[in-house]
């Protein structure tokens, strides 16, 4: 079992920065971000390849940077300009075995708690 601790969630004017941090207890092959806005269905953000291949949904191409660290087993998400429909609960999800582009929920074996932002306009 990997355990999946995140942080770096909270309140930030539109046009402003935060930086998301998902901390895995294990080893992981895929890392990926997704987020869940009130009323709606949990959807993908990015994801990232234990070799660094990345992947973004076309919302927050040029404003967000998916990274991971392989020696912390960490991944980040840092989030630049953000928009008010931004505004969500961020999960952070892991997958044990490498798949080269996991956009989808199932595709993920564990997820971490959630962090939110809010984005005030």
């Known amino acids: 079992q990997v355990l999946l601790v995140e942080s770096g969630g909270g309140l930030v004017q539109a046009g402003g920065s935060l930086r998301l941090s998902c901390a895995a207890s294990?080893?992981?092959?895929?890392m990926g971000w997704f987020r869940q806005a009130p009323g709606k269905e949990r959807e993908f953000v990015a994801a990232?390849?234990?070799?660094?291949?990345?992947y973004y949904t076309d919302s927050v191409k040029g404003r967000f940077t998916i990274s991971r660290d392989n020696a912390k087993n960490t991944m980040y998400l840092q989030m630049n300009r953000l928009k008010p429909e931004d505004a969500a609960v961020y999960y952070c999800a892991v997958r044990l075995n490498y798949y080269r582009d996991a956009r989808t929920e199932d595709l993920y074996d564990y997820w971490g708690q959630g962090a939110q932002v809010t984005v005030s306009s």
């Open positions: 990232i390849t234990i070799d660094g291949n990345t």
């Open positions: 294990g080893r992981t092959y895929n």
